[in-house]
């Protein structure tokens, strides 16, 4: 064991608990599809019966969450993710046939989903249920066994959620562990057969520098600066309120949140003004219990050092409310910003807070423009009544995900995968793209005994010449 592992406390029963998943997928290599089905029904009934807990742990953990935005953001989403899949996993896990040319008849083809093994899964704080439970879900069902890290943000729920696991699944199906990034970082360097990490492009750079030792492929689901288009011909109300509840839902601290917005140039007052309205209609006071906290004190003094810096080289700050923010709470004022420039650090980082600036721009090609000239989005999304103008900018600009309209609603949608593009990420998961990113498509070519390969063996002569001549025809 290298030194470092070694100085690594709680590293030792990481091994342990991944040498007990691999020798039980040796012993199990094929769960039964009712087996999978049963894991996931157990795993629905214990989120849904925990519900109150979850959303107090998770609650604790943020200073506070609303539990509302707990009971549909993390509980319904998994529920949902859980119904699906029960209802599809037969016909995912069902072996494929495929076609065979004819040079190859009469042998047959069939693909098969085979589970991978062990799957590593690595969870950020922003949607502790979600984010485990997700993932865990698509690795089930593709028959996998599965250790889950947990971030060491989210002491409350990690405890809740490892007693839960630990009472209702066997730790050689599925194992969750807490610990700082040191047991973060050696979990990365398990020789897992797969591994998803969720959370900052940072990390997850290092991550997958870790994972290359072993060969481990990764899925990487990052961050990123999410744009909102709002184009000319939709109603600017409708469009700042749906982008604010996106903004505002967990207080901004949603990987798919809209991070800036684009806005025709004449309308930005008007859209300020509206959002204005968005916000206080949501939250006629800050300080209730609708409103989501910042997680940590840290992270409120980013956000605030990103007004700071933005106002400093020229930006106008409008606040979205009447209250100020309350750094002791850590409730955020949600903030819009006009007259930022590219140079600006809350234009360079991911937001992940209540903090919106606003963009100009003059024609949709500007706005596209600008969208290319960054990093590739986590999502992207558009506001258009004109079907033109939303497939322009979908064949124009590339993301993640989309939501045509509206904000963050794609992720929901469990038939759509889920995954970002270049510097957000990359693999997909949900729905029939998470069974397969977790299973072996195993190519089987059954021959026949009777068959023609027999005619292209040595000794080559006349016979093959003739043959070969009719199949490069
Ligand atoms: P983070 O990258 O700081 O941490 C994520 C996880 O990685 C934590 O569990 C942490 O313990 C672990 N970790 C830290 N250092 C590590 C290392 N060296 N090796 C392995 N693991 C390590 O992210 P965060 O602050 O928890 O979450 C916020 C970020 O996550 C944002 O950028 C957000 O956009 C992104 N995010 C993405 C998605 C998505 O689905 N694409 C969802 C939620 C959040």
């Given at each position: 064991?290298?030194?470092?592992?070694?100085?690594?406390?709680?590293?030792?029963?990481?091994?342990?608990?991944?040498?007990?998943?691999?020798?039980?997928?040796?012993?199990?290599?094929?769960?039964?599809?009712?087996?999978?089905?049963?894991?996931?029904?157990?795993?629905?009934?214990?989120?849904?019966?925990?519900?109150?807990?979850?959303?107090?742990?998770?609650?604790?953990?943020?200073?506070?969450?609303?539990?509302?935005?707990?009971?549909?953001?993390?509980?319904?989403?998994?529920?949902?993710?859980?119904?699906?899949?029960?209802?599809?996993?037969?016909?995912?896990?069902?072996?494929?046939?495929?076609?065979?040319?004819?040079?190859?008849?009469?042998?047959?083809?069939?693909?098969?989903?085979?589970?991978?093994?062990?799957?590593?899964?690595?969870?950020?704080?922003?949607?502790?249920?979600?984010?485990?439970a997700g993932p865990l879900v698509s690795a089930l069902a593709a028959g996998n066994r599965v250790m889950i890290k947990m971030s060491e943000f989210t002491p409350h729920f990690n405890a809740l959620w490892e007693r839960l696991v630990a009472e209702n699944f066997p730790p050689d199906e599925i194992a969750v562990m807490?610990?700082?990034?040191?047991?973060?970082?050696?979990?990365?360097?398990?020789?897992?057969?797969?591994?998803?990490?969720?959370?900052?492009?940072?990390?997850?750079?290092?991550?997958?520098?870790?994972?290359?030792?072993?060969?481990?492929?990764?899925?990487?689901?990052?961050?990123?600066?999410?744009?909102?288009?709002?184009?000319?011909?939709?109603?600017?109300?409708?469009?700042?309120?749906?982008i604010l509840y996106g903004k505002c839902t967990n207080a901004g601290q949603t990987c798919v949140a809209p991070d800036y917005a684009l806005v025709p140039a004449a309308k930005v007052p008007a859209f300020v003004a509206a959002a204005r309205t968005a916000v206080t209609g949501f939250f006629p006071s800050l300080a209730s219990e609708d409103y989501t906290t910042i997680a940590t004190e840290r992270h409120f003094a980013r956000l605030a050092a990103l007004i700071d810096d933005a106002a400093k080289t020229g930006a106008t700050v409008h606040p979205l409310h009447a209250e100020a923010s309350d750094p002791v709470a850590r409730r955020f004022t949600p903030t819009a910003l006009t007259g930022v420039t590219p140079a600006m650090h809350i234009m360079q980082e991911e937001i992940f807070g209540p903090l919106l600036p606003i963009v100009p721009y003059d024609t949709l090609d500007e706005a596209v423009a600008f969208v290319n000239a960054r990093p590739r989005p986590l999502a992207l999304y558009a506001f258009s009544d004109d079907g033109a103008v939303i497939d322009r900018v979908l064949r124009t600009t590339s993301s993640g995900g989309v939501t045509v309209n509206d904000t963050m609603l794609h992720v929901a949608q469990d038939a759509l995968p889920f995954g970002g593009i270049g510097s957000s990420g990359m693999g997909l998961y949900h729905g029939r793209e998470g069974f397969d990113a977790f299973s072996k498509l195993r190519a089987v070519y059954y021959q026949r005994r009777f068959n023609g390969l027999s005619l292209l063996q040595p000794p080559y002569g006349k016979r093959f010449d003739r043959l070969i001549k009719l199949m490069l025809r």
């Open positions: 064991m290298p030194l470092a592992d070694a100085a690594v406390s709680g590293l030792a029963p990481l091994r342990a608990a991944f040498a007990r998943q691999d020798e039980a997928r040796l012993r199990d290599p094929y769960p039964t599809v009712a087996k999978r089905r049963a894991q996931l029904v157990r795993l629905a009934a214990v989120i849904k019966t925990a519900r109150p807990e979850i959303a107090n742990a998770i609650s604790a953990d943020f200073g506070h969450r609303a539990p509302q935005e707990t009971a549909l953001a993390e509980v319904f989403t998994s529920l949902e993710a859980i119904r699906y899949t029960v209802r599809h996993v037969g016909r995912w896990a069902k072996p494929e046939r495929r076609p065979v040319s004819i040079w190859h008849r009469p042998g047959h083809a069939r693909l098969r989903k085979q589970p991978l093994g062990v799957v590593g899964i690595v969870v950020p704080w922003n949607y502790p249920l979600y984010l485990a807490d610990g700082g990034v040191e047991v973060a970082a050696a979990f990365s360097r398990l020789p897992f057969d797969y591994l998803l990490f969720t959370g900052s492009t940072r990390v997850g750079r290092e991550v997958m520098r870790a994972a290359a030792d072993n060969l481990t492929p990764v899925t990487l689901e990052l961050g990123g600066k999410s744009p909102a288009i709002v184009c000319d011909d939709f109603p600017l109300e409708l469009a700042a309120s749906r």
